[in-house]
């Protein structure tokens, strides 16, 4: 399990040395913040009869966001191994190859939930400025981030056989 960890950690470390991680958690906040402005404006401007975690959840922007950011996140996994000869030693160490697999995927999965940790804020912001619930009941959040973080897992595991096909990270993210 230590080898895991080892391997985890590296994986993890790895995306945050990157600049793309940035960029994408930039854009991602950015896409995200906007399509939550924009929804609470709609809101504002008329009578509807849904909450705004559902407009949120609901919006074009937040589904155009929800779906470019994983290949983003795979493409590199493992088409970087290849491309840089890495991989090779990698899977001669003495680690089983589950642990590289499962080290790869949860180091994703993990960058994946730190994308989505400041939207909860939010909510919490709303919640606060208007004195209202964002959503009929707090069911409906955790029901709402169970789904992401299912999708996500569902979405990263795609991504991790995509990246395996290939050396090169661009034909990763466009499978």
Request: proline share 3%; charged share 10%.
């Amino acid at each position: 399990m230590r080898k895991f960890y080892t391997l985890l950690s590296r994986e993890v470390s790895s995306y945050f040395y990157s600049p793309i991680a940035y960029i994408v958690l930039v854009f991602f906040l950015l896409v995200s913040g906007a399509d939550f402005y924009f929804q609470l404006s709609f809101m504002n401007e008329r009578q509807v009869q849904y909450s705004v975690q559902e407009a949120f959840f609901n919006s074009v922007f937040f589904w155009f966001a929800f779906v470019l950011i994983f290949p983003l996140i795979t493409m590199r996994l493992f088409a970087e191994e290849f491309k840089l000869g890495t991989i090779e030693p990698l899977m001669t160490a003495p680690v089983r190859d589950w642990h590289v697999v499962l080290a790869k995927f949860f180091g994703a999965l993990v960058f994946y939930l730190v994308l989505w940790v400041p939207t909860i804020l939010y909510f919490v912001i709303f919640q606060y400025v208007t004195h209202q619930t964002a959503a009929g009941s707090s069911g409906a959040y955790w029901g709402s981030y169970l789904m992401l973080l299912l999708l996500g897992m569902f979405y990263i595991s795609i991504g991790c056989f995509a990246s395996v096909l290939t050396r090169n990270q661009i034909i990763a993210a466009v499978i």
